[in-house]
């Protein structure tokens, strides 16, 4: 196929960064988001320490994860099914409301001093639960606040900014408060942010939308509806696969931060946070960038070269004893993931109808957060066998054995992708996705 021309060649232009943001529903739910997260990540970098803080163990840092993220492998498929039928709006206002009692409930036990670890893994695990249905509920609740598929690409790009800006924030705070305040406290506050959110999504107007699917339908049978229209299209199938294997081998090594910044860059909880923050950092600038581009054209080989970028700074890292080499490596290695995620993320949204839009989206909800616990517990199998570093190492040259057969085979994507986002009536900007437009995958 031949290349772009000048004419339709992506290009950075900033006047576009913030075009989803005329929808007031979408600013509401992205300014409580903000404050919500900020929390979310304190709440993460707090827990990983504890846990560390009581155990010494990391293994048991790859259990909490795993209880946290298991949910999602076993139940997200079911909630895509749930978000084809039921009130999406509902549906991430419940889950906002849960996480948030959780939140609450692991403040009030380890501010009483009575969270064993079994307590730990519990809340975690509960955790796990509610946000496997609130993730494929949250995804595909944002062409509503959108009003259509126009903004969407912008709309995530700038949910990931959101993401990442508290990713920033969120830990470093966390680093600071851990030794001031208690990872109790932090906990607490974590819990108190979710107000934020809650009160935003009250405060929506939107408009009746009738669910394309009837609570009749046998949920077994929708479901496997789903994985077919997933599998039977290769693009589709392509994305998921390296999505899987990027979450099983590379997305862990935040598993491993507390022991790297211990034990091989012999730092405490404040190199913890700076680490964690330089993560922030990196994603936040791979979402921004995103944002930024006046056309989707050329995601595809976005993903991949995203991808060859994320496990370069893995590998890179493995071999790293210095902090601030450390830190750039894995703002690196961060830039990278967002950027192949959230390009994975723009091309599936705008690819699908609304009919199987949550169930395209709780797959990639197992794909991306799915995999997770299995690789937290791989690495924290590896980590204690094999070392931090010789960990980072396999997950690094893993990820870019996936990356490099993606792009080998991106030209067979572009020609099955080709007719699809026509079909579908999206906007021409839209169309050039992939490799450049757009036929319905097999249903």
């Known amino acids: 196929m031949a290349g772009p021309t000048t004419r339709d060649a992506p290009r950075l232009d900033p006047r576009q960064a ?36 009581l155990t010494r163990a990391p293994f048991l840092l790859g259990v ?13 498929p079911f ?40 307590a730990i893994v519990a ?50 705070i966390a680093g600071l408060l851990i030794g001031v305040v208690g990872e109790g406290v932090i906990f607490l506050l ?21 669910a394309p699917l009837t609570r009749n339908e046998p949920v077994l049978r929708t479901l496997k509806a789903g994985i077919v229209y997933a599998a039977g299209f290769s693009p589709i199938r392509s994305i998921l ?24 860059l012999h730092g405490g909880p404040h190199a913890f946070g700076f680490l964690t923050a330089a993560t922030g950092v990196g994603a936040l600038a791979g979402a921004v960038t995103l944002a930024a581009r006046s056309t989707v054209r050329g995601l595809g080989r976005v993903i991949g070269v995203s991808s060859l970028i994320f496990s370069s700074g893995l590998v890179l890292l493995s071999f790293s004893r210095n902090l601030w080499l450390s830190a750039a490596l894995l703002l690196m290695a961060a830039y990278g993931l967002m950027v192949q995620m959230a390009s994975s993320n723009t091309i599936l949204q705008t690819l699908v109808e609304d009919d199987m839009r949550g169930r395209i989206m709780s797959l990639y909800t197992v794909a991306f957060m799915g995999m997770i616990p299995i690789g937290s517990l791989l690495s924290g199998f590896l980590g204690a066998r094999i070392g931090t570093t010789q960990t980072l190492l396999v997950a690094g040259l893993s990820c870019a054995l996936g990356g490099a057969l993606f792009l080998r085979g991106l030209p067979t994507l572009r020609r099955e992708i080709r007719p699809v986002y026509a079909k579908l009536g999206i906007i021409p900007e839209v169309a050039t996705g992939l490799q450049g437009a757009t036929q319905r995958p097999p249903s």
């Open 18 to 53: 913030l075009r989803a943001l005329r929808h007031r529903n979408f600013r509401l739910f992205l300014a409580g988001q903000i404050i919500s997260v900020v929390g979310t990540w304190m709440q993460s970098v707090a827990l990983s320490w504890y846990v560390y803080r």
């Open 190 to 210: 974590n819990g108190l942010s979710y107000l934020a959110v809650i009160g935003a999504l009250l405060m929506m107007k939107l408009e009746p939308r009738r």
């Open 241 to 264: 696969l390296l999505c899987a294997l990027t979450s099983l081998m590379g997305i862990s090594y935040n598993v491993l931060l507390p022991v790297l910044s211990t034990e091989v």
């Open 123 to 172: 809340l975690s695990l509960f955790l796990g639960i509610v946000n496997a249905a609130d993730v494929p509920a949250r995804q595909s609740f944002l062409v509503e606040m959108v009003n259509g598929k126009e903004d969407l690409a912008n709309a995530i790009a700038l949910n990931s900014s959101m993401f990442n800006a508290a990713r920033f924030v969120g830990p470093s």
């Open 79 to 118: 909630a895509g099914v749930w978000a084809d039928r039921l009130n999406r709006h509902r549906m991430v206002l419940a889950t906002q409301a849960l996480s948030m009692v959780q939140a609450l409930v692991l403040a009030g036990l380890v501010l009483a001093n009575r969270a064993p670890i079994w």
């Open 64 to 76: 909490v994860g795993f209880a946290s993220q298991i949910p999602s492998t076993l139940l997200a």
